[in-house]
Every structure is written in structure tokens, then in C-alpha cells.
């Protein structure tokens, strides 16, 4: 293939990608046409069949043929992160999926099943419909959430899908096809006026889904206009994607490789900074030639690759599988920027770690990296009131207490403050925690609660 980037400097181009290749994609109704799935038992199908019916399931050949260890299935991270296990529902769940599918095969009665299970599983955590998402002249401005002043998240409605589904996923609820769940906004006006109002808004970070599944086309027609001087403010487009684990192909052999790379350094060269958001769990998703490609190709167009991982119990609940993660990482050029806290939704059960546990995990990876690979903040909790960071246990007076300091927060004077919690080993998130030394709540109580009352949006700290 003659370099489609001659931007690029020519040692960063391989020739061995030179076709376009087939994406090709199995949902529930397909699994048992996935020939790997053949080596399990007819009994553990039917336990993915009953759990892709109530939460989302997508996976593609790249992950089934390149990153899953097949000898070590069950067991394999990227197996556990893709394909459902029966855990991830409670057995009342569980069982009551499973004999209606025993049962009948009405999608209607299925789905009926499937939607009351699912409204058992929080699919809106974190308050994020009721107070992320911004009014303009009494109306919703949907595809926006403006939950921390500096930065805007945008929902794109081009596509709000994924290359494959994680089975964690905080965002399930928009993947299950019940439209007043989902957040979409095809309205690139929409959000542009809204970045154009609102002079403190320094970052755009745009997320889904997947804003990597569009076509280069339609991400133009989000980011190019804010090349103009009423975006100058805007100084940083984030792009949050899983596109490098479960579709690396995205930037070197699709047929728009080339244009969505262009557009990148478009970007960069006028003066923004483009940060790709990966989302990498394991070090097995970095270990595939085309992935390495993917990466080069991206960095020598201009962009910062950052990284962020929430801590999951069977897929990398392991400090080593952190240390060398980040280590591998840093080798790439690649940022860790964040290690997060499974979130309470979903299939929490499956995957949530207590938090004192994921302080330790936290602990013992950063001290087996060098500096450049402990810049990865956590382990933290996106709440409600803001992302929580886990930054200790100690010993105050006698008492045992977590350390804690909000990284962001829905008002920015919250931020870095110390605050403490009682120590409680079995806690997974901060609505388990009370606050340490006999006080009844913790600072920024009262008025998160007051901005709940009122449905405060965050610009009234403007
Ligand atoms: C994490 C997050 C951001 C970005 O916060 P930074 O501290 O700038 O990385 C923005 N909005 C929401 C809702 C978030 O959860």
C-alpha cells in the first residue's frame, strides 16, 4: 500500500495492511454461531443466551480470533470482559430469564422479562439524566451531560454503539434498544451552540458508544467547525473510544483510515489538543501487531493517547496484570491517566472489588512502575457528587479510616479537599461509606443535596 499519510513519517507505515477487513459482528441471537463457543458445553451457552437477553452482548471476530486465550476459557480476561457469564445476574435474575427462555421463544414476553430485570439493575447511576444534563430556555439539550464546569461529555446520535460490548459496561442501558433510555443528539448545532455559550467549558469530550464506529465524514462535522475563533476557548477535544482494543483496524485498513487521521492532525495543527480516551483493561489487548500500528499511526498524527481501565474482579482484580499494563503503556507512548471504581450498575455484581482491595491493587501495581507510569489517578469513584478518589487507609485517634479527596467535583471548591470515611473492608462505593470521627455527614452534604432539590446544573458555578 503506498503510505495513505504522507504527513506521517515513513517509518511508522508497515505495508502489510493493505486491504480493508471484513468487520464482522455477533449479537445474542448469534451465539451459537460463534465456532469457538463450540468447545464449551450446551449448558454454558444456554447461561450466556439467558444473560445476553437482559444485558447487552456484541462481540467481533478481531476480539473472538486475537485477544482471547482459548485454552484458558473460561478464565481468559478479554473472554470474561466480552462474553456473559451466568454471575452477572443475581439467581432470582438469573432463574426467572432462564425459564421464560426454557418457556417460549415471544420476543414480546422475553423483552417484557428482560426490561423488568433490567430496572432492577440501576441502569441510570450517578444521577446522570437528572442532573448532567443541561437546560437551555426550559428544554433538555439531550446528547449533553455538563456535569464538572471545564468540561462538556457529548453523546454523538450518529452511532451509539460499540465494536463489541464490555461485559461491565456503565452505559448498558443505552445499548438495550429501549429509545427513552438512550442518550443520543444528532444535532451537531446543538452542541456547538452550547460550547459556543459557555466560555468556561475548556474541554469537549466526546463519548457514546463508541465516536470511533462513525465514519470520518461525521466526525468533521463535529469537530471541524470548532476549528473557528467562537471555539478558541475549547482547547482540548477528548475522544473516549475502546476502538484500539476491539477494532485497531479503525486507523490503519478501514477506508477511512487515512481521512480520520488527516482530520486528527487537522485538528492538532491548528492548535487543539486531541486526546484519544483508550480504554485498555488488560495488557492482552495491546498485544497484537495491528494494535502497535494502530498506536504509531495515531501518535505520529499529533494526538496524546491517554488511558483509563476501571478495576474489575475476574479480568484484572491483580496488581501485576496493572503494573504491567501501565508499563507496557508507557513503552508505547500511551498516558495512564485514570483507574476507576466499577460503577454500581449493571453486572456489579460480577465485577465489583472492595474498595479497600482496589486501594491496594492501586498501591501495589504504582510501586512496581516507574514515575512516568504512576500517572494514572485512583482508584476513583465517578458519584454523584464527583469522582471520589481512594487515597488511603490510615489511622486517625485509634480510629480506621479511608483517606479520600474528590478528583473532580459539581462544584470545583470541592476539589482536593481531604475528607474520611470509617474504614469498612466489604464497601464497593461511596454510598456504603459514612463519615469517620462520630460526624454525621460529610462536607459537601448539604449541598449536593440542596443542588438535587433544585436540580441545580453545574453552570451556576460559572
Ligand atoms: C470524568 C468525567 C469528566 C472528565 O473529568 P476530568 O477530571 O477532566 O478528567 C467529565 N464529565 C464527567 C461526567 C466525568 O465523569
Redesign the pocket.
Known sequence: MTPVLPLIKKQFITTQYNAPEHFQVYTERQIDKIEALKQLSEAQRFEMKVVANVLPFRVNRYVIDNLINWQNVPEDPIFQLVFPQKGMLSDEDYNQMASVLRSTNDRSVILKNANEIRLRLNPHPAEQQSL?VPYEDNEPVEGI?H??R??V?FFPGQRQVCHSFCSFCFRWAQFIGDKSLRFSNTEAQKLHQYLAKYKSIS?L?ITGGDPMVMKTDHLVAYLEPLLRPEFDHVQTIRIGTKSLSFWPQRYVSDKDSAQLLLLLERMVKAGKHVAIMAHFNHWQEMSTPIVCEAISRLRASGVVIRTQSPLLNHINNDPDVWARMWREQVRLGLVPYYMFVERDTGARRYFEVPLARAWEVYREALKRVSGLGRTARGPSM?AGPG?VEIQGVSEINGEQVFVLRF??ARNPDWVQRPFFARFDPEATWLDHLKPAFGEEKFFFQDEYDAMRNKQVSPRVYE
Request: hydrophobic content about 25%; aromatic content about 8%; overall charge neutral.
Open positions: 448532567n451531560q456535569k464538572y471545564e468540561t461529555l474541554d469530550l465517578s469522582k478528583l473532580q
